[in-house]
């Protein structure tokens, strides 16, 4: 039973293979028509004198300015600035070094406690 089951699996497997190679054959083989060109009558040319074109000039496009709309400005009280007086710098003049003079005693007088 089982060499019979795989006989038939394997007929059944050449028969697919040459199915499959039947049709790549054909693909091979198939024949491209052509498409016949339609023939296009030729117009005959008149002799006719070629006119200059004149080349058009691009006019330049002006930009629109955008107008700014003007805020009312409200108007602030000016404050009177009080003016500051500047200081004259001082020229530091250099101070001469004193000789320091001894000081005399004074005697003291005895002060009468009664006036004679």
């Not at 600035?81 to 005697?107: G, N, P, V």
């Amino acid at each position: 039973m089982l060499r019979e089951e795989k006989k038939k699996k394997k007929r059944e497997r050449e028969k697919r293979r040459r199915r499959i190679e039947k049709k790549k054959k054909k693909k091979k083989t198939k024949k491209k028509t052509k498409k016949k060109k339609k023939k296009k009558k030729k117009k005959k040319k008149k002799n006719k004198k070629k006119k200059k074109k004149k080349k058009k000039k691009k006019k330049k496009k002006k930009k629109k300015k955008k107008k700014k709309k003007k805020k009312k400005k409200k108007k602030k009280k000016k404050k009177k600035k009080k003016k500051k007086k500047k200081k004259k710098k001082k020229k530091k003049k250099k101070k001469k070094k004193k000789k320091k003079k001894k000081k005399k005693k004074k005697k003291k007088k005895h002060r009468h406690l009664f006036n004679d």
